[in-house]
């Protein structure tokens, strides 16, 4: 039986509610006006790479949902 690769064990251990209480958490830090340019851009691409996450994810629970519903 093939290994998974890193790829498939992380999108298995993905959690999307997670991802988006931290992206709610990211959006707010952005908003206040003290957050520093440096913590910006740090929490700007953390929130780029969250949602590029949750996008995958989502496409992978259309695909299952479009394959249960084609066998009924």
Same mark, same amino acid.
Do not use: H, W
């Given at each position: 039986?093939?290994? +998974?690769? +890193? #790829? @498939?064990? @992380?999108?298995? /251990?993905? !959690?999307?509610? #997670?991802?988006?209480?931290? &992206? $709610? $958490?990211?959006?707010?830090?952005?908003?206040?006006?003290?957050?520093?340019?440096?913590?910006?851009?740090?929490?700007? #691409?953390?929130?780029?790479?969250?949602? $590029? +996450?949750? +996008?995958?994810? &989502?496409?992978?629970? @259309? #695909?299952?949902?479009?394959?249960?519903?084609? !066998? /009924?």
């Amino acid at each position: 039986m093939p290994s +998974k690769t +890193k #790829k @498939e064990s @992380e999108e298995k /251990e993905f !959690d999307i509610e #997670k991802a988006l209480a931290r &992206l $709610e $958490e990211i959006n707010q830090e952005l908003a206040k006006s003290g957050t520093t340019l440096k913590d910006s851009m740090a929490l700007y #691409k953390e929130g780029v790479e969250l949602a $590029e +996450k949750c +996008k995958v994810s &989502l496409e992978g629970v @259309e #695909k299952e949902i479009q394959i249960l519903s084609a !066998d /009924e």
